[in-house]
Nanobody, 124 residues
């Protein structure tokens, strides 16, 4: 079992930045690829970014590429999402997730554990 807890969400103006953190506890953190997803009101959960177990590989949704950066610190059991140049359409609840089986996947059904989410609101 892996427990994930997100933090760092909040209200920010368009063009601003936020850094989300997701702290993990439980099984060996480095055994899991980690992803960030988001869900806006009335919409399906969508892939944002993913990082491989070693941290050597990262993948992004086209909508956030060049603005968001995913990273991980295996010594601190934490994954981060640095979000720059935020837009109102980035407003959503952001979730981190852990995947034990796949090298890199954007499919939320492939992830085994999920956090509770943190709200990000970007005002125009």
């Amino acid at each position: 079992q892996v427990h994930l807890a997100e933090s760092g969400g909040g209200l920010v103006q368009a063009g601003g930045s936020l850094r989300l953190s997701c702290a993990a506890s439980g099984r060996t953190f480095s055994n899991y690829a980690l992803g960030w997803f988001r869900q806006a009101g009335g919409k399906e959960r969508e892939f944002v970014a993913e990082i491989t177990r070693s941290g050597a590989g990262t993948y992004y949704a086209d909508s956030v590429k060049s603005r968001f950066t995913i990273s991980r610190d295996n010594a601190k059991n934490t994954v981060y999402l640095q979000m720059n140049s935020l837009k109102p359409e980035d407003t959503a609840v952001y979730y981190c997730a852990a995947d034990a089986k796949y090298t890199a996947t954007t499919n939320p059904s492939h992830y085994d554990y999920w956090g509770q989410g943190t709200q990000v609101t970007v005002s125009s």
